[in-house]
């Protein structure tokens, strides 16, 4: 969609839907000329009631697609909603998509009796829980939190015709998939089902097969997966180098808005604090914005960046869904995704609604491989950007991985400095090794073995001691020769002390001096003397 800043009638292509005045009114307000090529495919089989797939790049339009017929559907026959029953129900993989969307119907939406309401997690239950048994006609919310509502039993869709699922390949990749099948469970039987998704996988697919019934599918016709109006770069740096190349690029690129990717919540805010050291005698803007984050915070961090306050905005994965911002010129890959799909949500943040935007993704040696998934999703080759000190060709990168010896056995000697390695050599070693020689294994002595007479019949119980008794040949015990007690010389030669008589301890007694440091000591009574003293 193009936006110009003065006011303008919209065209013959948004006149064809046949919105309600108050829509074609808000449609005036903010400048919508005519429909992008996705919402001329899906608008009016979604305000016909039929179940549809739409797959469409990031930044083409999708939110009006699906919102405008959404609010259009309700505004004839209007009933007030009841109590904790929606009408609609839109849900969005993050908080910051799913605010974007409610702020979007809330802008399209004035002058119609259509209540709107967004639910997220970061916020508080109370407020919520108060608005929804006020009644809303348009639910929008996160996962997570659609569940704990609908467990209280605050959120019944008992009543709830429309089910829209936005950033389906999104949601399946965070893990939402269960919260989508309960969800679904819950609705009607004749409820209309709408899902987008940003590309189309296997997991979208499947899901696509089990929500939809008779589906429309609508697609973007494009020549690549993203828009052509971003230019890409890949510039061969190695990790410790990135930072120094991202502040020079800071430092001589034209900054206007710019959003850098990490792959961690950690390393974002590492990367935004060492970008505010170097460029903290200047007035440039950085910050970071990741889930771990409170709510108030992000948003209040993602307004300063829409306001252009901010002028670099450090951002994960997760947390840059929801990040609809105009005017980003430039998105920096610091760490390249590890899912090629990724690189596409990222990149969509800039180039949108026909304005240029460059994309430049820094590579180091390690990341060759998701380059190359990166390339193959996107059908085209990376331009390769050579104008900086920290460049270092593939190719050079390769031959090295080539040099590098592999580990050597425990077998093997070790080589000298300079000497090549021979791979017969190890095989020559161990040939030229003499075999040991087997020494002769001596083998114990071992009883004559009878042969069996079957008309013995004592074969077998030779060494039975109860036969052998019966015999009269039973063994007798030795008798044991030492006597208990040893002799007194022997007693002598063991040092063993002489035992104390009674008599003997009272004499000792007597000579040791009562001190009280070993025994209690018991003081004269008056008048008489011990019987010691007498």
Avoid: W
Avoid at 191 to 201: D, E, P
Avoid at 278 to 294: Q, S, V, Y
Avoid at 399 to 419: F, I, L, T
Avoid at 447 to 465: A, V
Wanted: glycine letters at 6%.
């Amino acid at each position: 969609m193009t936006q110009d800043t003065a006011p303008q009638a919209p065209l013959q292509g948004f006149g064809t839907f046949d919105f309600d005045k108050a829509i074609i009114k808000s449609l005036q307000k903010n400048g919508f000329e005519t429909p992008t090529p996705i919402q001329q495919l899906a608008i009016l089989p979604v305000m016909s009631g039929a179940d549809l797939m739409g797959i469409a790049q990031t930044g083409s339009g999708k939110t009006a697609a699906f919102s405008l017929p959404t609010i259009n559907k309700l505004i004839p026959d209007y009933l007030k909603p009841e109590s904790n029953y929606p009408k609609a129900l839109i849900m969005a993989p993050t908080r910051e998509l799913a605010m974007q969307i409610g702020k979007f119907i809330d802008q399209f939406s004035r002058g119609t009796p259509i209540r709107s309401m967004v639910i997220a997690g970061g916020q508080s239950y109370q407020p919520q829980i108060k608005r929804l048994k006020h009644g809303v006609d348009i639910l929008i919310s996160t996962p997570g939190r659609l569940i704990d509502h609908m467990q209280s039993g605050n959120v019944k869709l008992d009543y709830c015709h429309t089910f829209i699922l936005d950033e389906a390949d999104r949601m399946l990749d965070m893990g939402f998939i269960d919260e989508v099948k309960r969800v679904r469970k819950t609705l009607p039987e004749d409820h209309q089902t709408v899902m987008f998704s940003a590309t189309m996988n296997d997991k979208v697919k499947r899901l696509s097969k089990e929500l939809l019934k008779n589906p429309e599918y609508v697609e973007q016709e494009r020549k690549t997966i993203v828009a052509d109006t971003i230019t890409h770069k890949l510039m061969n740096v190695r990790r410790k180098n990135k930072t120094d190349l991202l502040i020079k690029l800071l430092k001589t690129e034209p900054i206007d808005k710019i959003l850098v990717f990490a792959r961690t919540k950690l390393g974002a805010d590492k990367l935004a604090t060492d970008l505010k050291r170097a460029f903290e005698d200047t007035p440039l803007r950085i910050d970071a914005i990741h889930g771990d984050k409170k709510q108030r915070t992000r948003e209040k961090i993602l307004l300063n960046f829409r306001k252009g306050r901010t002028k670099v905005l450090v951002a994960t994965d997760v947390a840059a869904r929801g990040i609809d911002v105009d005017g980003i010129s430039h998105v920096i890959n610091y760490e390249l995704p590890i899912e090629a799909e990724n690189y596409v949500h990222r990149v969509g943040r800039t180039g949108r609604a026909g304005e240029l935007g460059t994309a430049i993704s820094f590579c180091d040696p390690s990341d060759m491989r998701l380059l190359k998934e990166i390339e193959a999703l996107l059908k085209i080759k990376v331009e390769i950007d050579e104008d900086h000190k920290y460049h270092f060709e593939q190719s050079e990168f390769i031959e090295d991985r080539k040099r590098k010896p592999r580990r050597r056995g425990k077998s093997q000697s070790p080589r000298k400095s300079g000497e090549k390695f021979d791979k017969s050599r190890g095989r020559k070693a161990k040939a030229e090794q003499k075999p040991k020689e087997k020494t002769a294994r001596k083998e114990s002595p071992r009883k004559p073995q009878r042969t069996y007479d079957p008309l013995d019949s004592n074969f077998g119980f030779d060494d039975d001691p109860v036969l052998e008794k019966l015999r009269g040949k039973a063994k007798k015990r030795k008798k044991k020769t030492e006597n208990r007690e040893a002799p007194k010389d022997v007693k002598k030669q063991r040092g063993e002390k002489k035992r104390k008589t009674p008599k003997d301890r009272v004499t000792a007694r007597g000579r040791i001096k009562q001190t009280g440091g070993h025994k209690a000591f018991s003081p004269k009574k008056k008048g008489g003397t011990s019987k010691r003293g007498k």
